[in-house]
């Protein structure tokens, strides 16, 4: 089995049972990159449940909320509890942690359970005989080719079919909006009595007409992310050191603290957003190739779900994986992967769209509207807190259960269970009457007395 490396294929390989996987990775070396990102319930179940709970523990920084402003002043419109409130509601917690933390954890995990070929980089895929050929000319063969090598996927180019192609689709576009990326250390905010609080409050965002700020602590709260969402001044499509004069003049009539923060930055990278239309297929017609993550359905930030629909992707593919008992069973398998994961993956890419709208809504009625709405919920949300009664028709109440409904959704979600309650209803279909003689040599709880006859 081959498949390409990014930010979260190294979860697939915790469901590696006897399966001999290769990762091909264009770096030279795995160095610390990134900055801060949220986990969410739907993703700390599965890293909990693989063993990675203490690990996080000792990388996160705990939040117990999560607070909207108004980008002027600061004023609250609506508070999230992110504590133990959040983790008894949906079974797991949430944590903020630098991306560089989880993929040492990860890459830790399974570094001995695979080979990792580095400095690798893919100029073809055939995708009848699942093989990558690399730039040095030496050709990679295996079962299963998955592509989990992002926006600008060269597997892309093989799994997207002509009639695709000619839309634009292999080709991602600029979504007219960039974000600028910071990371200061947290002593600056607590040296300050101003702006000490953001660091054990939680998140921080404040929203308001074409931008909105994201702030909160990483890494043990030793660091202070910033995520800074705008309009793009130019088309470029390539990351590049920021200008922080320009960056701040972004957001010169944003809330005082949040100036005084942006005034700490040292440095900063301006990333574009881009974006691709949903796709109608995952999965090579050979079934020998699919695609994961990013490569399939690239994710704007505007929902904090994107390494979130990686890792469930990895989840389900592995747990399918899993429980193979012939190479024959992979076409029904990657079938099963894309039923399974396309819907939801795809819900979630058009979602973050609609709030890039939401969140932006220039000073008007809309965004009047909106804040309102958010003020209301958590007002409802507070009463209910104290015991009080609420009617069902009343505004704030209708927001916060919708809100709700939305969130056990998104969060309430689990990847294996979702694998689970699938094979239960369909592997008799899948199962295939022969199994290779070599691997019942090998412990393998998928494989019954009976196959390995």
Sequence with gaps: ??????????????????????????????????????????VTRLLWRWGFGEKL???????????????ENGEVLTSIPLGELAEKEFGAPTYMIHRADLHHILLSAVQPLVTIKLGSKATGIDPNIASVTLASGEIVEGDLVIGADGLRSKVLEVV???????????????????????????????????????????????????RHLVGYAVRRSELYNLVMLHIARDADQAAKAADLEAMKAE????????????????????????????????????????????????????????????????????SLLSYITHKSQLPKLLKAYQDLRHARATDNQLGSRLNQKLLHLADGPEQEARDAAMKSAMEAGLDIAKGMSIAEDEPGFKTLKDEKEKSRWAYGYDAEADVESWREKNWRDVAAPVVDKQRCQVPDPALSEAQCR
């Design 1 to 42: 089995m081959a498949f390409f490396f990014d930010d979260h294929a190294q979860t697939l390989t915790r469901h590696h049972h006897c399966h001999k996987v290769t990762v091909i990775e264009g770096a030279q070396t795995l160095g610390e990159i990134g900055a801060g990102m949220l986990l969410s319930p739907n």
């Design 160 to 210: 997207l079919p002509p009639e695709e192609q000619k839309l634009g689709k292999l080709d991602p576009t600029h979504t007219g909006d960039a974000a600028y990326r910071a990371l200061i250390p947290s002593d600056y905010l607590l040296a300050d009595p101003e702006l000490r609080d953001f660091i054990q409050d939680g998140v921080n965002i404040w929203i308001g007409p074409e």
């Design 57 to 71: 523990k000792e990388v996160i920084a705990v939040q117990m909320g999560l607070t909207y402003r108004r980008y």
């Design 251 to 318: 957001f010169a009539n944003f809330d005082p603290r949040a100036q005084k923060i942006l005034s700490l930055v040292s440095s900063a990278t301006l990333w574009p957003l881009l974006d691709r239309d949903p796709l109608t297929s995952w999965v090579h017609e050979s079934g020998k190739v699919c695609l994961l993550g990013d490569a399939c359905h690239p994710m704007l930030p505007y929902r904090a779900q994107g390494a979130a629909m990686a890792i469930e992707d990895a989840a389900v593919l592995g």
